[in-house]
């Protein structure tokens, strides 16, 4: 195979006024403009041959394509994507994890197996060992949230009641139960079906690691305990509801960082609305789910939960 050359300096002038811009986009979860700006990076790296370098800048816009819904974009680009790179690559990895998660979320489950072996069994294109037990148990984990999150939803959800999950969750909260038993009650109110794609993915995703490597990371029989469960799916939560709370431009942060603090966010009912907006948005009509959600993030307080529980996306994955 043809050594692929350096970029030329012509070619890093133009990524160094391209990056900022792609960047900003994807921040502002403006789609459009990202594949703009990577039509442009095309139009200039793949003639001499720097697809995997194209390659870093799509899987972040093909990562976008699948936060918001552009399911069928994100599964052909990443497809194309992955026939013109070497298998050998961390860009690679990263495709076919993104390319997983997209059939995850539309539960095609079958068809994410696959890609969720190859991205597990690669030794190759993360070098290190320590490295790759990180990412191993990241993106597990990740495999795992979007499988539940996604199985939650319902096409034909009914509206949620604000005013009674604000009236259930303070008395929740009234009856002093720890953070431990919140997350029992929300891994008890998970359906039957939400728990078997838990088990069914979690269980897939660990076989395919060495028997030593899978001794490190918790059991099945520790996967389906309710407390794990809710953790589970509070984890994958975030996923939906970060940003109504801990965007800047939220109301929710607003009344946060105002003089009032975390008491007028509390007094408005701030958080309630907010999380029962993103959960029916998505799909999620599970009473019981949204009162012990809206509890834990109350008992945790606002502030911390921002700084905490910020997703991160598949290229984030670092020791």
């Not at 790296?45 to 972040?60: F, I, R, S, V």
């Not at 007094?267 to 019981?288: E, H, N």
């Not at 606002?302 to 670092?318: A, W």
Request: contains cysteine; neutral net charge; glycine residues 4%.
């Amino acid at each position: 195979m043809a050594t692929i050359p350096g970029l030329a300096d012509s070619q890093k002038i133009r990524l160094s006024r391209l990056e900022p811009q792609l960047k900003i986009a994807l921040q502002r979860k403006d789609f459009k403009s990202a594949q703009n700006i990577i039509f442009d990076m095309r139009s200039f790296l793949t003639p001499t041959g720097h697809y995997a370098k194209l390659m870093e800048y799509k899987n972040q816009v093909y990562e976008l394509a699948i936060e918001i819904g552009e399911y069928d974009i994100a599964e052909r680009e990443l497809k194309v994507s992955r026939e013109k790179i070497n298998d050998n690559t961390r860009v690679y990895l990263e495709a076919t994890a993104l390319l997983a998660i997209c059939y995850l979320r539309t539960k095609r489950y079958e068809m994410a197996k696959p890609y969720i072996r190859e991205v597990l069994q690669n030794e190759r294109a993360i070098k290190s060992e320590k490295a790759r037990k990180v990412f191993h148990k990241a993106i597990i984990e990740r495999f795992v949230e979007e499988s539940v999150l996604f199985s939650l939803r319902d096409d034909y959800v009914n509206a949620l009641d604000i005013d009674e999950i604000q009236s259930l969750t303070v008395e929740i909260l009234r009856l002093n139960e720890n953070t431990e038993e919140l997350y029992k009650s929300l891994g008890r109110s998970v359906p039957t079906h939400t728990r078997q794609i838990l088990v069914q993915i979690d269980d897939y995703s660990k076989n395919q690691l060495s028997p030593s490597e899978r001794l490190m990371l918790p059991s099945h029989n520790e996967a389906i305990k309710d407390e794990v469960v809710g953790k589970t799916v509070f984890s994958s939560l975030k996923r939906v509801i970060y940003n109504s709370l801990c965007d800047q431009k939220s109301d929710v942060y607003k009344a946060l960082f105002s003089s009032g603090g975390m008491g007028i966010v509390l007094d408005k009912k701030y958080i309630t609305p907010a999380v029962v907006s993103a959960l029916v948005g998505m799909g999620i009509g599970i009473k019981a789910l949204a009162v012990s959600a809206v509890a834990l993030i109350i008992r945790f307080g606002l502030d911390v939960y921002c700084e905490h529980n910020k997703p991160v996306g598949i290229m984030e994955i670092r020791e």
